[in-house]
């Protein structure tokens, strides 16, 4: 399902970092492990599409990201790819259930609020949907994350150190719906941390 | 959720700094809106009493006070003419036509106008009901007067000296209404019209036997004069300035004269009402680009989402134009509201009519001028939004 073939990055011009092949098959998981500064998120925005990868093939499913034009791959994003950040972010002047349906929006779907509610319910915060996305707490938040990561039912989820801002309670949670989820929609999963908590639960795993 | 309510959500987000700049472009939009309303109804006043009447004959003393006093009933007279003097001027024969006013008297604020028919005829005024004056104290009334003093057909008055309460002349017969003029928008509107005799009438009762004034020895207000040609404004002021005790006033020159004096201060308020609209504009440019600031990781999340670059160029121009629309519905609300309000006051102090319910082409013009300064404030955030880089500005938070 995804793919790479001799992907790497120059930094500032000189600074060159290779990045091991990767290639996952449909449902499977993985968990990118390194310290801070090794290229972990660099590597997961050249394979979320946020940044144009210069040098390697990048494949996800049948379309070669790595050349795709900018407006291509953005729709591709849009559609095909879910993405977790470590902080959360949404658009802070909409609800919860709003923030989903503008997900929807953008990734060129049909707006399906019951299809939203259903995911929020399984996520445990069917009664948040609409709250401000800033009335929640972490936990909560970052659950809507993997709400708004999955609604598009896309076929690869990346998640950017998805746990570090979490207690040990809520790590375990976010993780459990987080695997769980994926494997519903059957979406090929990447999770990029230097959480050592996690460790223990993927046997998939490539050190940087 | 759709493009334009994802606008209006971030606007409703920071509600005082939106609320700040649509009163701002509201109250630039309707300052100037106000000024060309009033504007533009004052001139057509103006236009429509002066009725093509060429040369206005007065006692000595300011000929704008003349002009204000007989065409517009604003002023106070400035004095009396005798009416031997201006029956000469009536015969010089480059004058085709001459009207005659006596004023003097007024009843509950509304100003009794001694003249002939030829004054009706003047702004093209109709008979409602009943008919003309035709004897003395037979008064025909303007249609605000009939409507605002609730007067019928027969119904009988006594008109006080001067413009004020107070005065009335009780020992005299009473003014009968013979007649009720339809509205026509001109000073017409605003006048108790009866004939010049009755004017003298009751005036020749404190303490005069009315048939020992022989007609040489009457006096009137003033003449309104209308030329064969043009060289009547050539010589005929000048004549009459300087050979006689009476003072010409040129309507023409005259109303130049005001608008000029009046231009002055119109010239200022537009002047602060557009140092508003820029205020007004900077305000937003200045909210929209904090506000993008602070939204700079929803922009690059919408990015991840699927928005192209182009979706987030509208999303925040359409922040732009939205208070920009908005401001000029608002600020169109106030100045004709208020030109609707305004009226009243007006219409007491000057006997003008002004009303809040006529648009103007410059207001037209005006819309697509605030479409413009909204998108010229988003432009410069609008770009910034274009230009977001998705992976730089995740990688920062």
């Not at chain 2, 920071?14 to 000024?35: N, P, R």
């Not at chain 2, 040489?216 to 005929?236: H, K, P, Y």
């Not at chain 2, 005001?258 to 119109?266: D, F, I, P, R």
Request: with cysteine; net charge negative.
């Amino acid at each position: 399902m995804i793919r790479t073939e001799n992907l790497n990055h120059t930094y500032d011009g000189n600074n060159t970092i290779n990045f091991p092949d990767i290639n996952l098959g449909k449902g499977e998981k993985m968990l990118l492990l390194g310290q801070s500064g090794c290229g972990k998120t660099t590597l997961l925005h050249l394979l979320g599409g946020l940044m144009q990868a210069k040098k390697g093939d990048i494949t996800i499913g049948e379309t070669r990201i790595s050349g795709l034009s900018q407006s291509g791959l953005d729709k591709f994003r849009g559609k095909h790819i879910g993405i977790i950040f470590q902080k959360p972010h949404f658009v802070s002047a909409l609800t919860v259930m709003e923030n989903l349906l503008l997900t929807q929006k953008l990734g060129g779907l049909k707006s399906n609020k019951s299809e939203i509610k259903g995911l929020l319910e399984k996520l445990n915060i069917g009664h948040k949907s609409n709250s401000k996305t800033k009335n929640l707490s972490q936990g909560e938040q970052q659950r809507v994350a993997i709400a708004r990561a999955l609604v598009n039912q896309p076929d690869v989820i990346l998640a950017d150190e998805p746990t570090s801002a979490l207690d040990d309670k809520n790590t375990e949670e976010v993780i459990a719906l987080l695997e769980q989820q994926a494997a519903e929609y059957n979406a090929t999963l990447i999770i990029v941390t230097h959480d050592n908590r996690l460790k223990e639960r993927f046997q998939n795993r490539i050190e940087l | 959720m759709s493009l334009l309510l994802l606008s209006w959500k971030n606007l409703m987000a920071d509600k005082l700094s939106t609320l700040l700049s649509l009163i701002l472009f509201a109250l630039g939009v309707g300052l100037i809106s106000l000024i060309l309303l009033l504007n533009h109804q004052v001139e057509d006043k103006f236009e429509k009493n002066l009725a093509g009447i060429d040369l206005v004959v007065g006692a000595k003393g300011s000929p704008l006070q003349i002009i204000l006093c007989s065409i517009f009933h604003i002023d106070f007279p400035t004095g009396n003419i005798p009416l031997k003097q201006a029956n000469g001027l009536k015969r010089h024969p480059l004058v085709e036509k001459a009207i005659d006013l006596s004023l003097g008297d007024s009843y509950k604020g509304y100003r009794i106008v001694g003249t002939t028919p030829d004054y009706v005829n003047l702004y093209e005024g109709k008979i409602k009901e009943g008919k003309l004056w035709e004897n003395t104290f037979d008064v025909t009334l303007g249609s605000t007067v009939a409507k605002n003093l609730e007067l019928k057909i027969g119904d009988t008055f006594h008109g006080s000296h001067g413009y004020a309460e107070g005065m009335e002349h009780d020992e005299m017969d009473p003014f009968k209404v013979v007649g009720i003029l339809e509205p026509n928008g001109a000073v017409l509107d605003q006048l108790i019209l009866t004939n010049k005799e009755s004017v003298w009438a009751v005036h020749d009762t404190h303490g005069t036997d009315p048939d020992s004034i022989s007609i040489d020895d009457r006096e009137i207000t003033s003449m309104f004069l209308f030329f064969r040609n043009r060289m009547g404004n050539v010589q005929l002021p000048r004549m009459i300035n300087e050979n006689t005790d009476m003072q010409a006033a040129s309507p023409a020159f005259e109303m130049a004269r005001l608008y000029n004096m009046m231009g002055q201060g119109e010239n200022l308020l537009k002047l602060l009402a557009i140092i508003i609209m820029v205020v007004s504009a900077l305000s937003i440019f200045i909210s929209l680009f904090k506000s993008l600031r602070s939204r700079k990781y929803e922009l690059a999340l919408m990015r991840v989402s699927g928005a192209t670059p182009a979706w987030l160029f509208l999303l925040i121009i359409l922040e732009g134009l939205i208070i920009a629309i908005l401001g000029y519905v608002i600020g169109m609300i106030l100045s004709h509201g208020g030109m609707e309000l305004l009226s009243g006051y007006l219409t007491e102090e000057y006997r003008y009519e002004f009303t809040g319910w006529i648009f103007l082409k410059q207001e037209y013009i005006m819309f697509f001028v605030a479409i413009g300064i909204g998108l010229l404030a988003a432009i410069i955030p609008a770009i910034l939004a274009f230009r977001t880089n998705i992976s730089e500005t995740l990688s920062e938070g």
